[in-house]
């Protein structure tokens, strides 16, 4: 049975999913002078969480971030099987975000210019028309169609879009996470950790991020199609197991599980198309080394919105005319995630020993050098000086795969 057509509704911009890259495009598309509408399909913005939220203080800064949003981090924790490293800056360098307050704060900034959100709204089927494109949409058991000159796709790893176009398959290689968000005994709500090797897990991490209080996020991440392992499974086992640093955590109490895919296939999507722009982790534009991209997501949604809005202005809505919008964002980042991807193949495949042995490198890194390599943010300079001058023949192989060049001689 079809459910009623209740009605038909047209804008300049549609934009479908209100996660940090379409509440950023629909913010700046709106401010540049469209009448956007923003479509998401859950009853509340970021009603379900799927996402850990580590990002970096100079990206809240940029962005303005609203203090009652994240909780800093000055200690950054790496642990293998049978070493540890702990980096520390003076002032807080990094932060975990409270996902759900900072996504409704991007989305009530978008609804301060204006822009129409439509929630509990699922786009279930989009096709090309003379003028643009229209979305199917189901709302409280209605049909409501979209008609729009531009679309953006910020539906992130499903790509509603951009898949219903027939444009993309799904993502062949991703990341799968599982989290609970724990109140614990012993919190230290300035200090993260990272922990890796086969017992955290055999591609990928594992972390305890805190949140500021007596809360932290437990999580797992795993690579596939690399490992068959159900993070959910190893989540469980290593929290009875209490390995590594959530042992010091006394005792747990769950508050809530969150689980995500985060698409790992390099920067392989054709973003712009004539009416249509890809954003966000429907874009791929994530940095693949620890698979953060909700600062690419905020950023890269602005250029888009910014870039359909001009586009709509100019009255030309044609692939060539969005181009702008893709070339900001690979001259951004492209390298950095080329580089990324290269260092990201040689920790997929390491033994246990062998990250032992890793830790030895990270801890020859100072403050600077450990986050810019996190952050996939590696400055031709300071790479090309590890690569050929530091004394260690293990740092300067490491840095020379970051630069893309084989090492052996050096
Ligand atoms: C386990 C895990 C941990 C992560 N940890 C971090 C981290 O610590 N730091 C970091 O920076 N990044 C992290 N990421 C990655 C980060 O979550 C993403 O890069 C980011 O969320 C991308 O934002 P987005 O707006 O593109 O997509 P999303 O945040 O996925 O938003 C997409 C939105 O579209 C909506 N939607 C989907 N389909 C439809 C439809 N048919 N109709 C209407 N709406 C729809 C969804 O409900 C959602 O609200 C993690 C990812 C995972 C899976």
């Known amino acids: 049975m079809r459910i009623a057509l209740a009605k038909e509704l047209s804008y300049d911009i549609v934009i479908v999913g ?4 379409g509440s950023s495009a629909a913010f700046s598309a709106a401010k540049t002078g469209a009448r956007v509408a923003l479509l998401e399909k859950e009853e509340t913005v970021a009603q379900t969480v799927r996402t850990s939220g580590v990002t970096w203080m100079d990206s809240i800064k940029e962005f303005e971030i609203p203090e009652y949003c994240y909780n800093p981090v000055k200690n950054y924790g790496f642990c293998s099987p049978r070493n540890e490293v702990m980096i520390s800056s003076n002032t807080p360098m990094a932060a ?3 996902v759900r307050k900072t996504y409704r704060w991007l989305a009530e900034k978008a609804k301060k210019q204006d822009v129409e959100l439509y929630t509990g709204t ?17 709302s409280n058991k209605e049909e409501i169609l979209f008609h729009a000159k531009i679309v953006i796709d910020a539906s992130g790893f499903q790509s509603v ?8 398959t799904q993502w062949k290689r991703f ?3 599982a989290e609970y968000e724990v109140e614990v005994e012993n919190a230290d709500p300035d200090t993260w950790w990272l922990m890796v090797g086969q017992d955290y897990s055999p591609a990928g991490y594992a972390w305890v991020f805190p949140m500021g209080g007596k809360i932290v996020r437990i999580g797992v991440g795993v690579g596939k199609p690399e490992s068959t392992l159900d993070p959910t499974e190893r989540l469980e086992q290593i929290m009875q197991k209490k390995l590594g640093p959530i042992a010091k955590l006394g005792k747990i109490t769950q508050i809530e599980f969150h689980y995500g895919l985060i698409p790992n296939d390099g920067l392989s999507r054709k973003t712009v198309y004539d009416n249509l722009i890809l954003v966000g982790d429907t874009a791929g534009q994530a940095n693949p080394l620890v698979l953060e991209g909700i600062r690419y997501a905020i950023r890269f949604g602005r250029v888009a919105g910014e870039v359909a809005a001009s586009a709509i202005l100019k009255g030309d809505l044609s692939e060539r005319s969005l181009k702008p919008y893709e070339e900001n964002w690979k001259k951004a980042i492209q390298k950095k995630i080329e580089s990324a ?10 033994s246990d020993k062998e990250w032992d042995k890793e830790l030895d490198i990270i801890k020859e890194l100072n403050i600077d050098e450990f ?17 050929v001058s530091h004394p260690k023949l293990a740092v300067r192989q490491l840095f020379n795969i970051v630069k893309g060049t084989t090492g052996k001689s050096s």
């Open 18 to 21: 209100a996660g940090p890259a």
């Open 96 to 98: 975990v975000l409270d």
């Open 122 to 138: 699922v786009v279930t089927e989009v096709t090309r028309t003379p003028y643009g494109m229209t979305l199917y949409t189901t």
């Open 371 to 387: 986050l810019d390599f996190i952050k996939a943010d590696f400055s031709l300079a300071s790479i090309i000086k590890m690569a």
């Open 341 to 350: 991807s290269r260092v990201q193949t040689r920790w997929i495949g390491l």
């Open 161 to 168: 879009v951009a898949k219903s176009l027939g444009l993309v």
């Open 175 to 177: 990341g799968a996470g």
